[in-house]
């Protein structure tokens, strides 16, 4: 199946983020609702995602093969992300430490400011005053799905890494 360069954009995309949401791809691809997003894959990408058992999306192996992606070897894991969760991965508590709510999160961001931790601004960044606690929840549960950062419940569910964070490198997703 041939696919158009609009396509071949979202499956990477697909791949990119997997697993992933109807609605983190929708507010990706400009979509007014996950209706949509799943009327696109249907129709368009069929063959190269399917759903797990918690109805998230993922990729084929065809399909990280077409966009160019190769299973991670030795060294870090790689995790592309958008800008929020990569700056929210680059603040939250480490896996040995205690894990810290979502409130505790966005003030880590807002000290930091507009930008990275490390202090430069990047395309696609977030105002850090403009952030509301739903922002940062959100991210922080789209690391929890690619599997690098834990939800640990106490009164309220808090979050910390669930790897070592050199076990990852955390890139940008373009925006």
């Known amino acids: 199946m041939e696919l158009s360069d609009e396509a071949t954009a979202r499956l990477e995309d697909v791949v990119a983020l997997q697993p992933t949401k109807n609605a983190e791809l929708a507010e990706r691809w400009g979509m007014d609702g996950g209706s949509e997003v799943h009327g ?3 129709s368009e990408l069929g063959e190269y995602y399917y759903r797990d058992e918690n109805s998230l999306i993922r990729a084929t192996a065809d399909a990280a093969s077409l966009v160019g992606e190769e299973p991670d070897e030795d060294g870090p894991r790689t995790v592309r992300v958008p800008t929020l ?23 880590k961001l807002r000290e930091a400011g507009a930008g990275d931790a490390d202090g430069a601004e990047r395309e696609g960044d977030v105002d850090a005053d403009d952030l509301t606690a739903d922002d940062v929840r959100s991210a922080l549960r789209g690391l929890e799905r690619r599997g690098v950062v834990e939800v640990v419940r106490r009164t309220v569910p808090t ?3 669930a790897v070592e964070r050199d076990a990852v490198s955390i890139e940008p ?3």
């Open 173 to 175: 997703i373009d925006e």
């Open 85 to 107: 969760q990569r700056r929210a991965f680059a603040v939250v508590a480490d896996h040995d430490e205690r894990a810290e709510s979502v409130v505790s999160v966005l003030h």
């Open 40 to 42: 696109y894959l249907e």
């Open 159 to 161: 979050f910390r890494l």
